[in-house]
């Protein structure tokens, strides 16, 4: 009966193979330790399949392993019925639980580590799971079941048992063991286990059938001690009430008896069936704490960019990295180690011991709190030791150089200015440079540039956020400041600013109208209108800054604009602002300041090679045009439908979604990886956009990216992310693509990729967004291959799908 059981369960997750998606099963072939005549088929599901009403599956259990064998298939290893947290899915609202279950509910510990499920075969060997995979493996750096097996072997030996016994005895009773297997030597969690308290740490019994069977904990507990496992602690609550007082409980004080736990799991019977049923209750922290001390030692440890800002735990992060980073810097093996699992909680004991607090000390202590609270108020007080970073938002000849040289000939103690056009080397330097004069003691630094487009003002802040940290003291505010020159390109802005520059002659740095002739000056700054995007303050990433300062373009207005910086500045800010000069200065500093030449020149090329004389691009994407819109689509279905206990909702707040999101429509190497069809789409895509690809001049361009006034209409499909990446595949019509201005779509242009998506967030620092690519292939062909808490997907619903626009841009 029993074979023809497991024979028919072969039947039907066989059947769930084929199926394209919605509890699609998974059939992964295992080899066994010491047994190569032997093969095991692990078989698995989507995460997100489980615990779905409409998704029926062959058989809920995380852990599945099949003797592969057409007369005879048996069940080697089974794992529990996947269970879920307190009022994750209906079934485990506290409603459902008083309706629906029945005492005693044995309440388990829940240890920290991965899960081993150890089977056994007819002549005693022994088969050591992890969740998913046995046997040897090349493709990942640790194998969980090898280090299982290795401890277990060393576990009986130290006991004189042997290994077929225990073999034997799971085959004869038809049984899984299933450990936790916690060793800091081998991989670290969040709870510590040093050697003392390493081992596998026995916590079921489950009979191998297709029906989720498995035994009381008083039998578990017997047979952890006969074999030399450690147990788990629990204990029995006979009613639901009682339960849910006791968790409540918990929950409040944030620990059990004192100890730091994960949590517990709960075990009990449905009234309907009698059948077992399990949930589980989670701690919230320290370990939100603690997991938020390691990703961000692992951000620092990658980027050597501190982050100051957090949600929650801000002064005691703070604190954190203040006291590990010097450690890290001398002491480049331990940085090493900590990025390959190894040190964490020794860093964070040496914290602690040097703060002189238990995590749960820090938690409950209300000076922390109040230090907390008070550490959000103090990044945004205005005070002389403030600072402000004063960003031009124009295009060419509004004046901007001017302006910001006549204020540094009346403050020059305290007023500083950074010239991009100075700047040949690194892009970055434009920031860092402006940066580094707020470490020589300047309070009011322009940075000149005419950040015509929302990318180049998206990179400002992505370069604050990387070196800010290096140049200006954590306790000291810094405000960023938009100059807008120009809210919109009329014809009279245009003739203006080209009179000037034409006046000008070789008297400007990137436009030598004597030298290279007035038609070619004009033609770079049509170029410069034409891709003008004026400050749009609802708009990311013009919603960063800190204040706006209107300005106007028009006869004699640069003095006139210094004046009105000053004042539209002492009325926001108040008496941290400087006063305005008297006439007399005021005039001074502007004669000096249309006196300037400039030292640097950047010419424009002269030459007639056309290839050597347009812009090489890398790809063509489509930058989203609405991205906090879409970032607020995104945040709404997590919050609707992810799990409470997914680690991607618990730091929903806390996620580094990207500034400027994009779809890749074609990149250039996909010429190797497609071959003849990603050629002729990249040379059709030189084609239609050739205009924008000509060189204005032959300095670096301002940004890497050229905008088109072509666009892309997209709807989001599914959410997918792993503990490195968050992405979103996204619906497009390939058949008419890209549109026009006008209306009309441009012929014969399709996406490349064959499952397009949109990077929205890394999340571990340890891969770059070419990572997304390859996690929606394989999500797209077969589902997350070692899914765990920290991944998932799941589907957009029809009735939440909006239409997003994104602009096609030249990727250089």
């Not at 005895?169 to 510590?192: M, P, Q, S, V």
């Not at 390939?734 to 949109?758: T, Y």
């Not at 967030?761 to 996690?775: H, I």
Request: charged share 25%; with cysteine.
């Amino acid at each position: 009966m029993a074979e023809q059981e497991v024979a028919e369960l072969v039947k039907r997750l066989e059947e769930a193979s084929k199926l394209k998606r919605h509890g699609k099963a998974a059939r992964i072939p295992c080899s066994v330790f010491n047994r190569p005549d032997v093969s095991l088929d692990s078989w698995k599901f989507a995460e997100w399949d489980y615990g779905k009403p409409k998704i029926k599956l062959p058989c809920n259990a995380r852990g599945l392993f099949i003797q592969n064998s057409d007369s005879n298939p048996r069940i080697v290893a089974r794992g529990y019925d996947k269970f879920f947290n307190i009022g994750e899915v209906r079934q485990t609202t506290w409603n459902s639980i008083q309706n629906d279950t029945e005492g005693p509910y044995d309440v388990t510990l829940k240890e920290n580590g991965c899960i081993i499920l150890i089977g056994g075969l007819e002549d005693g060997s022994v088969v050591v799971c992890s969740k998913h995979s046995t046997g040897p493996r090349n493709d990942v750096n640790r194998n969980h079941s090898l280090a299982g097996q290795q401890f277990l072997e060393q576990q009986l030996k130290d006991k004189n048992l042997e290994l077929k016994n225990l073999g034997h005895y799971l085959y004869k009773t038809n049984c899984t063991a299933i450990a936790e297997f916690c060793d800091d030597t081998f991989e670290e969690h969040i709870l510590e286990y040093s050697k003392d308290h390493a081992g596998l740490y026995l916590h079921g019994l489950n009979l191998n059938t297709a029906d989720f069977r498995t035994l009381p904990m008083n039998e578990v507990t017997a047979f952890a001690n006969q074999w030399g496992f450690k147990s788990i602690d629990y204990f029995s609550i006979d009613d639901s009430e009682s339960l849910q007082k006791f968790l409540s409980e918990c929950s409040r004080t944030g620990h059990y008896n004192y100890q730091e736990i994960e949590g517990f799991v709960i075990r009990c019977k449905t009234k309907s069936t009698g059948g077992t049923f399990f949930f589980k209750f989670k701690f919230t922290e320290p370990y939100l704490m603690y997991r938020q001390w390691r990703e961000v030692t692992r951000n620092y440890i990658s980027t050597r960019n501190r982050v100051f800002r957090f949600r929650n735990h801000n002064y005691i992060t703070n604190k954190y990295m203040d006291f590990v980073i010097p450690i890290l810097e001398h002491d480049p093996k331990l940085a090493d180690d900590f990025m390959n699992g190894k040190g964490i909680i020794k860093l964070r004991k040496l914290f602690l011991h040097d703060y002189g607090m238990s995590g749960l000390e820090i938690l409950n202590l209300d000076k922390i709190h109040e230090l907390e609270e008070a550490g959000k108020d103090m990044i945004d007080v205005i005070d002389e030791n403030t600072k402000f970073l004063l960003v031009p938002i124009a295009t060419i000849g509004c004046g901007k150089t001017t302006v910001a040289l006549t204020l540094n000939n009346l403050f020059p103690e305290s007023w500083g200015h950074v010239q991009n056009d100075n700047i040949t080397s690194n892009r970055t330097d434009y920031i860092k440079k402006a940066l580094e004069l707020f470490k020589e003691g300047k309070q009011f630094v322009i940075a000149d540039k005419n950040n015509h487009q929302f990318r180049e003002r998206g990179d400002i802040f992505e370069w604050i956020g990387q070196f800010r940290d290096t140049y200006i003291p954590y306790n000291c505010n810094l405000q960023v400041i938009a100059l807008c020159f120009v809210n919109e390109v009329s014809n009279d802005m245009k003739d203006l600013t080209i009179e000037r520059v034409l006046k000008r002659g070789d008297n400007h740095q990137s436009i030598k109208s004597e030298s290279d002739g007035q038609q070619k000056a004009v033609k770079i700054m049509q170029g410069f209108m034409n891709r003008f995007q004026p400050f749009d303050s609802s708009k990311h990433p013009d919603d960063k800054f800190d204040f706006g300062v209107d300005l106007e373009v028009a006869n004699n207005s640069s003095l006139k604009n210094a004046v009105t910086i000053l004042k539209k500045l002492k009325s926001h800010y108040g008496d941290v602002i400087p006063q305005v000069p008297d006439d007399m200065k005021l005039q001074e500093a502007f004669e000096k300041a249309l006196n300037y030449k400039p030292v640097v020149k950047k010419l424009i090329k002269n030459g007639n090679n056309v290839n050597k004389n347009q812009h090489k691009p890398v790809y063509f994407s489509a930058i989203v045009t609405d991205s906090d819109r879409l970032l607020q689509v995104i945040k709404d279905s997590i919050k609707a439908h992810v799990s409470e206990s997914s680690t991607l909702k618990e730091n929903l707040e806390k996620i580094p979604f990207k500034d400027t999101l994009h779809i890749t429509l074609c990149h250039k190497s996909q010429i190797r990886s497609i071959g003849i069809k990603a050629k002729q789409m990249w040379a059709m895509y030189l084609n239609t956009y050739k205009d924008y690809l000509v060189k204005e001049s032959e300095s670096k361009p301002e940004s890497n990216i050229i905008t088109t006034h072509d666009s892309v209409s997209f709807s989001l499909k599914e959410l997918i992310w792993d503990r490195h990446i968050l992405l979103a595949t996204v619906e497009l019509n390939n058949d008419s693509l890209i549109r026009r201005p006008d209306g009309p779509s441009v012929d014969k242009l399709s996406c490349l990729n064959e499952v397009p998506h949109v990077t929205l967030a890394l999340l571990s620092g340890e891969k770059s967004a070419k990572y997304s690519s390859e996690l929606a292939k394989e999500v797209h062909d077969f589902g997350i291959q070692e899914s765990d808490a920290d991944g998932g997907i799941f589907s957009i619903p029809d009735g939440e799908k909006i239409v997003f626009t994104g602009k096609v841009c030249i990727n250089l």
